[in-house]
């Protein structure tokens, strides 16, 4: 089925003081989305930075997001640190929490929730913490969406108990067979038109090929970008040109398609 509304998110705000890093293009890349996925001062990020993304956001009527992750400033969040699953559920619910003030402080709400970094990917594949996360989502924001991977033990724990759910399709990273996103330094990994190319036909036939097989099935409600990634506004000029000009629109999603997204999949 040919979809005719899609999100696209990027990771922003992931600086630190005098430190831009990764939020160099943030103003710029603002414009380009419809949900932001802001860092909440554990793996990048802090009090100004995140109450500057989230004043961008709302100037450009972008849904706001908490970008959690591991407490790992020095390796950006991208090294696995061991912790019990209560560990990893309580730093996530703190970092909630701090961005969630400074979207009360402008009138805001948040919109979801998405791991980042390493944290995203040890949620995804150990199905004890994320039904931590899940069932603590459900107690503390049972109306604000979880992002993940549809390869996952988040969404299917989250669809299983019936907490609205976006799976992303990520435009700058690649795909094994079963469906899990992997992490590849090739020359044209950043190419504009592959990257826009790619995107559509996932939109258009549900499809995407991986490095290691044939064509798979791949579901998702939400684009997502890396601000970090080499030629980032290149790459989301290419994707919003290309998919605007094959009818689908950009908007944020709505509660259904969270919700229908979240209808329990087959073990």
């Not at 997001?65 to 560990?87: K, T």
């Not at 996530?92 to 805001?108: C, D, M, S, T």
């Not at 790619?198 to 290691?212: F, H, N, Q, S, Y």
């Amino acid at each position: 089925m040919v979809r005719k509304t899609i999100d696209i998110s990027c990771d922003m705000g992931e600086g630190f003081g005098p430190w831009q890093l990764g939020s160099t293009n943030d103003e710029q890349l603002m414009t380009l989305i419809s949900s932001a996925n802001i860092a909440t001062g554990f793996h990048a990020g802090d009090p100004n930075l995140m109450d500057l993304s989230i004043r961008r956001a709302l100037g450009n009527n972008v849904a706001l997001g908490a970008h959690p992750g591991f407490r790992d400033l020095q390796g950006f969040g991208r090294r696995r640190v061991e912790a019990s699953a209560e560990e990893m559920v309580n730093d996530i619910v703190y970092q909630i929490g701090a961005i969630r003030e400074f979207a009360r402080l402008h009138g805001a709400s948040l919109q979801h929730v998405k791991p980042h970094g390493a944290l995203y990917m040890a949620l995804a594949a150990d199905e004890a913490a994320s039904t931590v996360f899940v069932n603590t989502m459900r107690r503390i924001a049972p109306d604000t969406f979880i992002y993940c991977m549809g390869a996952s033990a988040t969404y299917r724990i989250a669809a299983e108990q019936g907490h609205p759910v976006v799976r992303e399709f990520y435009a700058d990273r690649e795909y094994d067979t079963t469906g899990k996103i992997v992490f590849t330094r090739k020359p044209d990994d950043y190419n504009p038109k592959k990257a826009a190319d790619r995107v559509l036909r996932a939109c258009v036939e549900g499809k995407v090929r991986p490095i290691d097989g044939e064509d798979i099935d791949v579901g998702f409600e939400s684009v997502c970008v890396h601000s970090d990634t080499p030629g980032s506004v290149e790459l989301l000029v290419a994707i919003r040109e290309t998919l605007t000009a094959n009818g689908i629109e950009i908007a944020p999603p709505s509660a259904a398609t969270a919700r229908a997204a979240g209808q329990a999949p087959p073990r």
